[in-house]
């Protein structure tokens, strides 16, 4: 395939230099007039609409969260864990994906030389891939972020419903029921994501407890679960969400991240990522670097 076709389609791109690696960023960020203005009306830098970044050292792999090669559930591995830092919940999970094991945290930066550090830097035999994808972000803070993280507290592997993980959340984060006084309103609001997942920007607040995440412009896509039921339309009002029965404990990557439009998967030849690597220390992006204990 030649370089970025711009077009609202998945794509798969092939490259023969380093040098095609910038060309395509630059087109497919022209394409879709990137970053721009987000969901708040301030345009804080943090929640545009932007691209991120993912790199995988072998371009076999499909994206995935990692939790699905964990041996524990969710909530155990929250119990094992002895934080370091008096961090909230969702900083919590971010540490343990980054310096312990697998959460249904699924990793991706803001700078594409990181991207292209995880690409290059294992499996040389192989061919990498660095993926790019747009996306509106959440801000870690925001109680959309709550609700996917206050999943690993669930303790049961049955299913649940909506309505059941509104009362949850409206109980332990009081500031919700300002936007929400009833659960049955926070309903159509639980169910327009948590099928889905969204990608979270995390605070500058986590990333000082978190210096992996620090230095790789660390953030996070926040997968969905697995309905017991399809939603349809009628499934999503207000008055029949909180019906919807879902396991908590499930891992839904999204269409998107498969072969969905604005995903592009680019790649990286076995050949060149030695010369990759290289380039990339004369920036200081090192093994030695991105990975600090």
Not at 60 to 65: H, Q
Not at 190 to 201: E, K
Not at 261 to 277: D, H
């Amino acid at each position: 395939m030649s370089l970025y076709e711009k077009k609202l389609e998945y794509q798969e791109i092939h490259i023969d230099t380093v040098g095609d690696i910038d060309k395509i960023i630059a087109d497919y960020n022209c394409f879709y007039n990137l970053p721009r203005q987000g969901r708040t009306a301030d345009d804080d830098p943090s929640d545009r609409l932007q691209t991120f970044f993912r790199g995988q050292s072998d371009e076999s792999w499909k994206i995935r969260a990692s939790i699905e090669d964990a041996k524990e559930q969710e909530y155990d591995i929250l119990a094992d864990y002895k934080p370091k830092h008096d961090m909230n919940l969702f900083d919590t999970i971010a540490y343990i994906q980054h310096y312990q094991t697998g959460t249904r945290f699924i990793d991706f930066t803001t700078d594409k030389d990181v991207a292209l550090y995880f690409a290059c830097s294992g499996n040389m035999d192989k061919d990498g891939a660095l993926f790019m994808w747009c996306y509106p972000p959440h801000k870690a803070e925001w109680y959309t972020a709550c609700i996917l993280t206050e999943l690993v507290r669930i303790k049961t592997d049955s299913v649940m419903s909506v309505q059941d993980l509104s009362e949850i959340i409206l109980g332990k984060y009081p500031k919700i029921n300002d936007t929400f006084k009833e659960a049955i309103d926070l309903n159509t609001a639980i169910v327009s994501f948590l099928d889905h997942g969204f990608m979270a920007v995390p605070s500058e607040t986590t990333k000082e407890n978190n210096l992996r995440l620090k230095r790789q412009n660390g953030c996070f896509y926040l997968c969905g679960v697995k309905f017991e039921h399809p939603l349809d339309g009628v499934a999503r009002i207000s008055s029949h969400a909180g019906y919807n029965k879902f396991y908590p404990h499930s891992v839904q990557v999204p269409e998107g991240l498969k072969n969905g439009n604005g995903l592009v998967k680019i790649v990286i030849s076995k050949e060149l990522k030695k010369e990759i690597l290289e380039s990339l220390e004369k920036k200081g992006i090192t093994k030695e670097y991105l990975l600090v204990d």
